[in-house]
């Protein structure tokens, strides 16, 4: 069982950037892939990042990248923008892809507010 868990979000003005943590434990972290998600107000959870993969919405702005030695993922973003407002999830797969179902383990989240 592997239990991840999230931290950095906060509020941030447009133009701004954050870099989200997201610890992993109880398990062989090397052996996962990690992606991120979003979920907005009223919207489904959409993809955002894992490993080369990005979202049309995020390319060139967002940054996934981990260290295997301190159990952690990361996802820097810069350029923020409202529209980037949402809790982001991190979650672990066993292999590196877009499809939220094809991810076995989730954090709990952490809320990304973006102001104008």
């Known amino acids: 069982q592997v239990q991840l868990v999230e931290s950095g979000g906060g509020l941030v003005q447009a133009g701004g950037s954050l870099r989200l943590s997201c610890a992993a434990s109880?398990?062989?972290?090397?052996?996962?892939?990690m992606g991120w998600f979003r979920q907005a107000p009223g919207k489904e959870r959409e993809f955002v990042a894992a490993?080369?993969y990005y979202a049309d919405s995020v390319k060139g702005r967002f940054t996934i990248f981990r260290d295997n030695a301190k159990n952690t993922v990361y996802l820097q973003m810069k350029s923020l923008k409202p529209e980037d407002t949402a809790v982001y999830y991190c979650?672990?797969?066993?292999?590196?892809?877009?499809?939220?179902?094809?991810?076995?383990?989730w954090g709990q989240g952490t809320q990304v507010t973006v102001s104008s």
């Open positions: 979650a672990a797969s066993r292999a590196a892809t877009r499809e939220r179902g094809q991810y076995d383990y």
């Open positions: 490993r080369a």
């Open positions: 109880g398990g062989t972290f090397s052996t996962y892939a």
